[in-house]
């Protein structure tokens, strides 16, 4: 079985999620590779939700339309969800509360109601109960879904097993299906949301604080943080406001005291003042910057890639950044850990420009693959920034030939550690001189064309695919994985941009050699990207740009059709 792919609806409520996890889980102990989207409104309770999870043989990142599996806990997942099924597709469903007059595939209906009623267990059972239906129709053994239960259902273990036993029972031979599911060959791999990646990346580059104000799709984060970080030494805050937020990492950072922050784009809105004085003070600071529909509230549970140009250049002035838009959770926790040691090595802001298909999708997680954390980067990642040598006066602004200055923390006897957002000289003090602005201003610039120089060492642009094809897909983020299974169909060439700022222009030229036609995949209306690569001498034009924005990732048949059309 190269694909198989299940899509779980129902509710708010149902625990549409979490049943979409265990499917994870449950081909993940056999073997597969795993990725696994998740659609909800922004309701607490009711709304459709459903959940795509896809098995396959090869490392995926991207959701397919067409399904093997629907598994129905209500009448709207039927009705909105028949037209993605295969002609040799099955239907699971709660016989209390489906009916399948309409469909003319093969069906399996459990009395999911029944069955909790006389177990005495509560409505958000359900899930479990027809996961259990679900592993008898597809060939999973009962032992493989009794040991997914008892690991990661603890509370109230019995009742679940009860109930998901029942389930399993229920669905009859006579509902089984020719799947020709077989254990692969390969070593479970955890899995993971993005989200989890980010942290766990973080963590590993010596985050001491994490503050956040929670706004979907980056609150995952926040709630990752407050559960495991005491593990870490970390503290975890959640103050009013994302003002807050941004100013209390930064008194963190006075301390010496690594932190990051985590919001989307309205909550960011709120910080660029305060991403403003970072700039000037040079205090390292982290942002998780997670994008969602826009403007303003948009869509609050939904994706975009909206928002590059807003954080290419958020905040008054002048001063450099660096931007990574990582594309999968592999690369989420890889370049989270570089982004927390350029922050710090060269004392400017950094981001984490993330999306809610990075952020909330699960993955299966490779930490071989993730990059290579060993070696001159694990020192790095261990590695104090540049500090002060403690001879003489201290000067937090000294001008130097790279343009970064050696820090110092509180108390220091005998010394003022000055901070400023005002322009100021070398010691911090403030000053209107017209010198002292120009040389403030240059000793910034200077950061950020040292920093430019470092990341020469870093894989800024990917390639995948046919290097040699002379047509090449442009893709940044989570349009990765459609990109690339689109291109390896197609014959195609591949190019992700995984950092943004500062722009990696000679590596994506020479990526881009031999390239005759260019086409830019991306999730908004403008081509935020193929906007930023004009603007180094990279035109792509009207009709080669293929842009999503409807608030929902491409799925591999989508990218495909669109291609299709461009490519005739």
């Not at 089984?176 to 973080?202: C, F």
């Not at 995952?220 to 005491?230: I, R, W």
């Not at 870490?232 to 937020?245: D, M, N, Q, R, T």
């Not at 002048?318 to 592999?330: H, S, Y």
Request: glycine content about 10%.
């Amino acid at each position: 079985m190269d694909n198989f792919s299940t899509l779980i609806g129902g509710i708010a409520g149902d625990g549409i999620n979490e049943a979409g996890i265990t499917v994870s889980r449950l081909f993940s102990r056999l073997g597969y590779h795993i990725y696994m989207y998740y659609d909800y409104p922004s309701l607490i309770r009711g709304g459709h939700n459903f959940s795509i999870v896809r098995a396959s043989g090869q490392k995926i990142a991207a959701h397919m339309d067409r399904i093997d599996v629907l598994v129905a806990l209500n009448q709207e997942t039927v009705e909105k969800h028949t037209s993605r099924l295969k002609d040799r597709s099955f239907v699971i469903y709660d016989a209390d509360k489906v009916k399948l007059d309409d469909t003319k595939h093969k069906g399996c209906g459990l009395t999911i109601t029944q069955i909790l009623k006389e177990a005495a267990a509560p409505a958000v059972m359900k899930n479990t109960c027809i996961i259990g239906g679900y592993c008898k129709v597809v060939g999973i053994d009962w032992a493989v879904l009794e040991d997914v239960l008892k690991k990661h259902m603890p509370k109230k273990l019995d009742l679940n097993l009860l109930v998901a036993r029942q389930g399993y029972d229920q669905a009859t031979e006579f509902c089984h299906i020719d799947s020709h599911l077989e254990k692969q060959d390969q070593k479970p791999l955890p899995i993971i949301t993005g989200n989890q990646a980010i942290s766990l990346g973080l963590i590993k580059a010596g985050l001491g604080a994490y503050v956040a104000y929670p706004m979907t799709p980056s609150s995952s984060v926040l709630d990752f943080m407050a559960k495991f970080g005491p593990q870490f030494g970390l503290k975890v805050i959640h103050p009013e406001s994302e003002i807050a937020v941004m100013l209390m990492a930064q008194g963190f950072a006075y301390a010496g005291v690594k932190a990051a922050v985590g919001t989307s784009g309205g909550g960011f809105c709120l910080m660029t003042e305060g991403l403003s004085l970072a700039g000037m003070a040079e205090m390292p600071v982290v942002v998780v910057m997670a994008q969602r529909t826009g403007p303003s509230t948009g869509l609050p549970t939904y994706t975009a890639q909206g928002d590059l140009h807003f954080v290419l250049n958020a905040g008054q002035g002048e001063f450099p950044r660096f931007i990574v838009a990582p594309g999968d959770a592999e690369e989420a926790y890889y370049w989270s850990c570089v982004a927390l040691n350029m922050a710090w090595k060269f004392q400017v802001p950094s981001f984490v420009l993330t999306d809610k298909i990075v952020s909330e999708s699960q993955y299966s997680f490779d930490i071989h693959n993730a990059g290579d954390l060993t070696g001159e980067l694990k020192e790095q990642a261990q590695q104090a920034p540049l500090l002060w040598d403690g001879q003489g006066t201290y000067k937090r602004y000294i001008y130097t030939e790279t343009g970064v200055s050696p820090l110092a923390f509180p108390p220091q006897k005998g010394q003022v550690i000055k901070t400023d957002s005002y322009t100021h000289d070398e010691s911090g003090i403030t000053s209107e001189d017209p010198q002292i602005t120009r040389e403030t201003s240059d000793k910034r610039q200077r950061k950020g064309q040292f920093m430019a120089a470092d990341l020469e060492r870093y894989e800024t642009v990917k390639v995948f695919g046919d290097e040699k094809s002379k047509t090449a897909l442009l893709c940044w983020g989570s349009n990765k994985g459609a990109c690339m299974e689109a291109a390896i169909k197609l014959g195609l060439r591949v190019i992700q941009v995984l950092v943004l700022s500062p722009f990696p222009e000679r590596k994506l030229k020479d990526a881009l050699q031999g390239v005759e036609r260019l086409l830019a995949v991306e999730c908004n209306s403008t081509g935020q990207l193929a906007r930023l690569a004009a603007f180094y001498g990279i035109k792509i034009q009207a009709q080669d740009q293929i842009l999503k924005y409807d608030g929902r990732p491409f799925s591999v048949e989508d990218l495909l059709a669109q291609l299709g059309r461009a490519l005739a």
